[in-house]
Structure formats: structure tokens, C-alpha cells
């Protein structure tokens, strides 16, 4: 490609030229790289993100497929919507299953990945040349427990000659510190860290990518973001179904794995942390790191644990299963910026309700003339999924002759703002972060270390049954015991006011 042709290509495609690449998808038959990963990378694809000439995708699994065996599975879960209106939707998806070929191997023996390596090496000369600068991204859309040996035959004989080299590795990493430590020593002996992708797809959701964004970019909360105004922070997982055919995995890891360590401990740290020096990868995460050797132990007052009534109806859970399928764990952390505001980390499944959202709760507004504190405090709420939005609520007049006060919101849906806009799936931009070679989003090694030995004592603790473990009703809100313990914590609910997101007004 000339240098007059390379200016001329948008600017998200020049962001990832620098000859072929090969994506390989390892685990490619299984329910993650169907529903996830090979939809996200042709979304990818198709909105020109890829280069088109010098692409190639690869999957890698023990299931005997075909290359159009597995095209045929992976149709369904393709989406066409938003293309080229010169191109039918059927035309985009059978060209991106075109460029997709299929290996089958075992994990654990070196014949499948030396016959992997040929056939990427035979598409690279193919679409590139024999000298020409190539690319390889290797996704493990795998069980963690076959990470090392994988891992470790992909250094033997998958390594790109003519160009990089990076592993996406999928949570979970380890089950606690020292099972962290021990994959931690034996990938970091096979790649170094700008080579490893730990991927933790709460951080690709588009509400947490504008944190940084709104807390530094907007001199309103600047002044406030503090102990000073805020009363407590609740980040919140809901989920209105059981474990749905995922009991095995689940009864194994339960929710403080499973969602509280990784997802909302990475959403904490991005609401908590000091501003950055600058932009760069490093320097945020450095303050990350920072927010996470201030937290204190977690103590067991500051925890309640449940488990919805019929989770052991599943055949795949141990009729004798104590694992929590619900959790509240109080962290605080010991600066200067928030010393005394409890940092409220909920998630369960089989809940009333599906949301995950950051709820940011003002003090209550001192010299009360308008009895503010009958219609409930100030909260900024982000609202993760579904239906991604950023709302205030505020207190206003009534209109009417009266001077009553009232509740209502000051609201940012972004449905209904940016309807124009096609809002990326998590999978999508980290992906096209890890080809652009940007590790913002992605946890680094101290990182992770730092998140297990926050946590790593209290789920000793829940193994030894040391905590109580409390019943609650499917479809319920939880425990009681769990709003009894955010409301100790501050934490006032609002009777009476229900935000609807903009779509179904």
C-alpha cells in the first residue's frame, strides 16, 4: 500500500494497519467465542475496522468441525444491522465466514499447534508476501486451567516471526492470591506484559469508558468528588435469572469471584482514583493500583452473603452447595479524598430486576428550608446496562401555584441523545484495543495481585463457613439483611421515585 492510499483510510482504519492479521480463536466451538467473540470481531469488520486484504481468522478447538461446519454454527449470532447500503447483510457476513478456517487439535500436544502455525504462516505469505510485516492476536475463549499448557505451545510454535505476538487471556485469573500468583509466574515466564491481554470486559462497556471523561473533563465535579459531599457510592450487579444452565461453573467460583473481585472492583477503582498524569495506559493504571493498596480488610460485619432458594434444584450444583449467589461487601478506603464513605459493592443473581449502575450519593443540602429531605438526597447514577444512561436526581418545584418541592431528574439516555450512534459491544472495543496495542483497559499484573489480596482472606473465610450464608426468595431484592446493612452505612432510599429510562417513556 502507497502512502497516498494509506492517508486516504479513515482514521479508525489506519489506526491498525501494519500488515496481516491473524486472529485465532482458540476454544472457537464453544458458547463464548459464538455469542461473544466472533460476534464482536465481525462487528469489527464490518464497520471497517480490520483490514479488509490482509485479514485472516482462525479457529482452534477439539470438536472435529469443518471450515464450513463452523461457518454454519457461527451465521445465527452474526448481525448485520448499520452496513454498507450497497451490500446486503447477507453479502457482509458470508464474505467475513469466507475469511474464516478451522483447526481441530488437542490443548495439550504440540501436533495441533505446529499445524496451526503452518496454516497461518501459508495465509500470511498468501495475502502479505514472504517479507511483508504480519500481526498475530491468539484469544483464549478457554477454561483458565489449560491457560499454561496452551500458553506454553503457542511460545513453542505459534510465535510471529515478522511482527507481534499478543495472548487475550479471558477472567477467571486464579481463584484467589496464590492461584493468581502461580498462573501469573508461569504465563509471565512464557510472554512479557505487553504481550499478555488480561481482559475484563466491564471496562469495554461504554458508561465506564466516559468515567475518566466526565470526573477530569467537567469542573462541576471536580470541587465535589470528595468526602466532604459525597455520603456513600454504591456499584451494583443485578441480574433477574439464576445460574441457567452455568451451575457447574458457578457453584465453583460463586458471586464474589464471579463478578464483585474483577468487574465492579475494576468500576471502583475508575470511580475512586486520583487523576492521572496523563493519558497513557500506564499512568492510569498506576492510579488504579494506587486506589487499590488503600482499601482496608474487609471485616465481617461489612458482608452479607445469600443464596436464592432454588439454586440447588439445578442438577449441575452439589446438593450440599453453600456458595453465594448474592453478595454486599462494604469496602473503605483509607486516603485523604475518601476516608469514612463506604464504598457499597453489590451483585446476585435471581433478583428482581436486571441492572448494573454507579450510584453516587450526595450529603443532604445543610439549612434544609425546603424540607429536601422528604423527597430524598441528590444521587448522579450511572447506569451501566441495560439501557446506558447518566442521570442526576434533583430536587425541583412542583409546578403549580404551591411552593412544593419534588424529585425529578436531570437525564442523559443515551438511546434517545445518541441515536445516530451505534454504541460498541465491551468485546469490540477491547479487541480493537488489543490490535491497537492500548492496555488501558485491560488489568495489569500488580494490578490483579493487589485485587486478590483485598479479597483473597474473605473467601477463605466463606469457604470455611465462618459467615453466615442467608436464604432468599427468587425474584426478591435479596437478603433484608443486606439493606439493613446499607442503610447502617448511610445509604438512603428514595419512597416513591422510580427513574424510567427515556426509551419507555
Known amino acids: 500500500m502507497d502512502c497516498k492510499t494509506y492517508a486516504r483510510l479513515p482514521s479508525a482504519v489506519r489506526s491498525v494497519q501494519g500488515g496481516c492479521l491473524s486472529i485465532v480463536i482458540l476454544g472457537a466451538s464453544g458458547d463464548l467465542a459464538k455469542k461473544k467473540t466472533f460476534p464482536a470481531v465481525f462487528n469489527l469488520f464490518r464497520q471497517g475496522f480490520l483490514p479488509e486484504h490482509q485479514l485472516q481468522f482462525f479457529g482452534y478447538a477439539r470438536s472435529r468441525l469443518s471450515d464450513q461446519e463452523l461457518r454454519d454454527r457461527l451465521r445465527g449470532y452474526l448481525k448485520a444491522?448499520?452496513?454498507?447500503?450497497?451490500?446486503?447483510?447477507?453479502?457482509?457476513?458470508?464474505?467475513?465466514?469466507?475469511?474464516?478456517?478451522?483447526?481441530?487439535?488437542?490443548?495439550?500436544?504440540?501436533?495441533?499447534?505446529?499445524?496451526?502455525?503452518?496454516?497461518?504462516?501459508?495465509?500470511?505469505?498468501?495475502?502479505?508476501?514472504?517479507?511483508?510485516?504480519?500481526?498475530?492476536?491468539?484469544?483464549?475463549?478457554?477454561?483458565?486451567?489449560?491457560?499454561?499448557?496452551?500458553?506454553?505451545?503457542?511460545?513453542?510454535?505459534?510465535?510471529?516471526?515478522?511482527g507481534w505476538t499478543r495472548v487475550v487471556v479471558e477472567k477467571p485469573f486464579g481463584k484467589d492470591l496464590a492461584s493468581a500468583e502461580a498462573l501469573s509466574n508461569q504465563l509471565g515466564e512464557l510472554f512479557t506484559e505487553d504481550q499478555l491481554y488480561r481482559i475484563d470486559h466491564y471496562l469495554g462497556k461504554e458508561i465506564v469508558q466516559n468515567l475518566l471523561v466526565m470526573r477530569?473533563?467537567?469542573?462541576?465535579?471536580?470541587?465535589?468528588?470528595?468526602?466532604?459531599?459525597?455520603?456513600?457510592?454504591?456499584?451494583?450487579?443485578?441480574?433477574?435469572?439464576?445460574?441457567?444452565g452455568r451451575g457447574g461453573y458457578f457453584d465453583e467460583y460463586g458471586i464474589v469471584r464471579d463478578i464483585i473481585?474483577?468487574?465492579?472492583?475494576?468500576?471502583?477503582?475508575?470511580?475512586?482514583?486520583?487523576?492521572?498524569?496523563?493519558?497513557?495506559?500506564?499512568?492510569?493504571?498506576?492510579?488504579?493500583?494506587?486506589?487499590?493498596?488503600?482499601?482496608?480488610?474487609?471485616?465481617?460485619?461489612?458482608?452479607?452473603?445469600?443464596?436464592?432458594?432454588?439454586?440447588?434444584?439445578?442438577?449441575?450444583?452439589?446438593?450440599?452447595?453453600?456458595?453465594?449467589?448474592?453478595?454486599?461487601?462494604?469496602?473503605?478506603?483509607?486516603?485523604?479524598?475518601?476516608?469514612?464513605?463506604?464504598?457499597?459493592?453489590?451483585?446476585?443473581?435471581?433478583?428482581?430486576?436486571?441492572?448494573?449502575?454507579?450510584?453516587?450519593?450526595?450529603?443532604?443540602?445543610?439549612?434544609d428550608i425546603f424540607k429536601c429531605k422528604k423527597q430524598g438526597r441528590n444521587e448522579l447514577v450511572m447506569r451501566l446496562q441495560p439501557s446506558e444512561a447518566m442521570y442526576m436526581k434533583v430536587t425541583v418545584k412542583q409546578p403549580g401555584l404551591e411552593m412544593s418541592a419534588t424529585q425529578s431528574e436531570l437525564d442523559l439516555s443515551y438511546h434517545q441523545r445518541y441515536q445516530d450512534i451505534v454504541i460498541p459491544e465491551a468485546y469490540e472495543r477491547l479487541i480493537l484495543d488489543t490490535i491497537r496495542g492500548d492496555q488501558q483497559h485491560f488489568?495489569?499484573?500488580?494490578?490483579?495481585?493487589?485485587?486478590?489480596?483485598?479479597?483473597?482472606?474473605?473467601?477463605?473465610?466463606?469457604?470455611?463457613?465462618?459467615?453466615?450464608?442467608?436464604?432468599?426468595?427468587?425474584?426478591?431484592?435479596?437478603?433484608?439483611?443486606?439493606?439493613?446493612?446499607?442503610?447502617?452505612?448511610?445509604?438512603?432510599?428514595?419512597?416513591?421515585?422510580?427513574?424510567?429510562?427515556?426509551?419507555?417513556?
Not at 136 to 154: G, H, M
Open 81 to 162: 444491522g448499520g452496513t454498507d447500503p450497497s451490500k446486503d447483510a447477507a453479502t457482509v457476513i458470508n464474505h467475513f465466514l469466507s475469511l474464516v478456517t478451522y483447526t481441530s487439535g488437542a490443548y495439550d500436544t504440540e501436533e495441533g499447534f505446529i499445524k496451526l502455525n503452518e496454516i497461518i504462516s501459508f495465509h500470511e505469505v498468501a495475502k502479505g508476501g514472504k517479507e511483508g510485516p504480519t500481526r498475530r492476536l491468539f484469544y483464549l475463549a478457554l477454561p483458565p486451567s489449560v491457560y499454561p499448557v496452551v500458553c506454553k505451545l503457542i511460545r513453542q510454535h505459534c510465535m510471529n516471526q515478522r
Open 216 to 244: 477530569f473533563a467537567n469542573r462541576i465535579f471536580v470541587p465535589i468528588w470528595n468526602r466532604d459531599n459525597i455520603a456513600n457510592i454504591q456499584i451494583v450487579f443485578k441480574e433477574d435469572f439464576g445460574t441457567e
Open 261 to 367: 473481585q474483577n468487574h465492579l472492583l475494576q468500576v471502583l477503582c475508575l470511580v475512586a482514583m486520583e487523576k492521572p498524569v496523563t493519558l497513557t495506559p500506564e499512568h492510569i493504571r498506576d492510579e488504579k493500583v494506587k486506589v487499590l493498596k488503600a482499601i482496608e480488610s474487609i471485616k465481617d460485619k461489612d458482608v452479607v452473603l445469600g443464596q436464592y432458594d432454588t439454586y440447588k434444584d439445578d442438577p449441575t450444583v452439589a446438593p450440599n452447595s453453600t456458595t453465594p449467589t448474592f453478595a454486599t461487601v462494604v469496602l473503605r478506603i483509607n486516603n485523604e479524598r475518601w476516608d469514612g464513605v463506604p464504598f457499597i459493592l453489590k451483585a446476585g443473581k435471581a433478583l428482581d430486576s436486571r441492572k448494573a449502575e454507579i450510584r453516587v450519593q450526595f450529603k443532604d443540602t445543610p439549612g
Open 443 to 505: 488489568v495489569r499484573r500488580d494490578e490483579l495481585k493487589v485485587a486478590w489480596q483485598i479479597f483473597t482472606p474473605l473467601l477463605h473465610r466463606i469457604e470455611e463457613g465462618k459467615l453466615p450464608l442467608i436464604n432468599y426468595k427468587y425474584g426478591s431484592r435479596g437478603p433484608l439483611e443486606a439493606d439493613e446493612l446499607t442503610e447502617r452505612e448511610g445509604y438512603v432510599r428514595t419512597s416513591g421515585y422510580i427513574w424510567i429510562p427515556s426509551s419507555l417513556k
